[in-house]
C-alpha cells in the first residue's frame, strides 16, 4: 500500500474485530479508530469491562497524523510477546488513530513466546484486514474576521479553496469558522492577507 501524502493519513473507517484459536487459547482482537490517549483509555475501559473474565487484554496505538505518539502494552505476557507483534501489524499498513485490542482466554497450554508473538501478531491482522483502511486529510482550524464590505471576496475564496465552515456571523463586523486543508494553507493565508482580512486563530502546526 503507498504511504499517504504530506496532509493526509491512512486510518481504519470503523471498529473492526478478528479471532485467533491456537491450542486451547482464543484471541479476539479488536480494532477501533481513535483520536486522543483519553479515547484510547475510555475504549480500554470498556472491553476490560465487557471481557472481564479474559486473561489479558493487551493492545498497542498509533497517534498523531503523522504517527509520532504510539505505545505497546503486554498486559502481563512476556516481555515484547504481545504489545509490540499488534504495534508492528498497525505500522505494517502505515495506520494512524488507531488503536488494536487484543483479548485472550488462556486455553491451559503454554504456547511460548515464539507462540504468543504468532497469535497476536495474527489475530490483530485478522483485525485490520476484517476492517476499511480509509485516507483522511489533516485539516487545520481558521477563524476569520472582515467587514461586511469584504463579504463577496472571501466566500469567493471559501468556494475556490473548498474550504469547509464551521460557524459564522454577519454583521458589520463579520466572524467566519473554516477547515482548510494544511497542505493549502500557507497559500489561502496569503491571499486572505492581501484582502485585509484579519485571522485571528492561531494557525501554527506542529
Known amino acids: ?3 499517504p501524502a504530506d496532509d493526509t493519513y491512512l486510518t481504519i473507517g470503523a471498529a473492526s474485530e478478528g479471532l485467533y484459536k491456537e491450542k486451547g487459547s482464543k484471541f479476539i482482537a479488536l480494532a477501533f479508530p481513535a483520536d486522543s490517549e483519553t ?4 475504549i480500554l475501559a ?8 479474559a486473561h489479558h487484554h493487551c493492545y498497542a496505538y498509533i497517534l498523531g497524523d503523522k504517527g509520532q505518539h504510539y505505545r505497546a502494552n503486554d498486559d502481563g505476557e512476556p516481555a515484547h510477546s504481545a504489545g ?3 504495534l508492528g501489524q498497525i505500522r505494517s499498513r502505515h495506520l494512524t488513530h488507531t488503536l488494536v485490542i487484543v483479548v485472550r482466554y488462556f486455553g491451559g497450554i503454554k504456547l511460548g513466546v515464539s507462540g504468543l508473538i504468532q497469535a497476536y501478531k495474527t489475530a490483530a491482522s485478522d483485525a485490520l484486514t476484517q476492517g476499511s483502511i480509509i485516507e483522511k486529510i489533516v485539516e487545520i482550524p481558521l477563524t476569520l474576521r ?12 471559501v468556494k475556490d479553496y473548498e474550504l469547509k465552515v464551521i460557524h459564522q456571523q454577519f454583521a458589520e463586523q463579520c466572524e467566519l469558522g473554516l477547515l482548510i486543508r494544511k497542505g493549502l494553507l500557507e497559500e489561502a493565508q496569503s491571499k486572505l492577507l492581501q ?5 485571528i486563530t492561531d494557525t501554527t502546526v506542529s
Open 84 to 86: 509490540d507483534p499488534i
Open 146 to 157: 472582515f467587514s461586511y464590505q469584504q463579504m463577496n471576496q472571501v466566500m469567493k475564496l
Open 46 to 53: 470498556q472491553v476490560r469491562k465487557k471481557y472481564y473474565d
Open 39 to 42: 479515547q484510547v483509555k475510555e
Open 195 to 199: 484582502l485585509g482580512v484579519e485571522i
Open 1 to 3: 500500500m503507498p504511504l
